[in-house]
C-alpha cells in the first residue's frame, strides 16, 4: 500500500500490555501485537522479538499507516464494523496488513 514511509521514531512500543492480552485472549493466539494510533502494543513478546521479525513489523506499520489515513477514532470504527461485517481475517485492514507484509 502506497503511503507516507515510516521509521522507528514514529512509533512507540509497549510491552506487557493489558490490552494486548485482551486481544490475544478474544483471538486465542500467544503471542499478540495490536496498534492504537502510533503504539504497538505486545503481549507475550518482547520489543526485541517483535523488531527482529520483518514481516511482522511490516504488518503492524501498515496499521500504523491506516490509522493515520482514516484517523483515530475513524479508524477504530471503521476497523469494528469490518470485522462484524466480514470476520477478523477478511477484515479489509488485516488484508492490506498481510499483502503488506510480502512487500
Ligand atoms: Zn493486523
Not at 22 to 51: E, P, Q, R
Not at 63 to 69: D, E, L, P, V
Request: hydrophobic residues 40%; glycine residues 6%; charged residues 25%.
Amino acid at each position: 500500500m502506497p503511503g507516507p514511509k515510516l521509521n522507528k521514531h514514529d512509533l512507540k512500543i509497549k510491552e506487557n500490555s493489558w490490552l494486548a492480552k485482551i486481544a490475544a485472549l478474544k483471538l486465542g493466539t500467544n503471542s499478540v501485537a495490536m496498534v492504537l494510533g502510533k503504539t504497538i502494543h505486545l503481549h507475550n513478546t518482547t520489543k526485541a522479538a517483535f523488531l527482529k521479525d520483518e514481516s511482522w513489523v511490516k504488518h503492524e506499520f501498515c496499521h500504523i499507516r491506516q490509522f493515520k489515513q482514516h484517523g483515530y477514532v475513524g479508524f477504530i470504527v471503521k476497523y469494528l464494523w469490518e470485522s462484524i461485517q466480514k470476520g477478523y481475517y477478511n477484515n479489509r485492514f488485516e488484508v492490506e496488513a498481510r499483502k503488506a507484509e510480502e512487500l
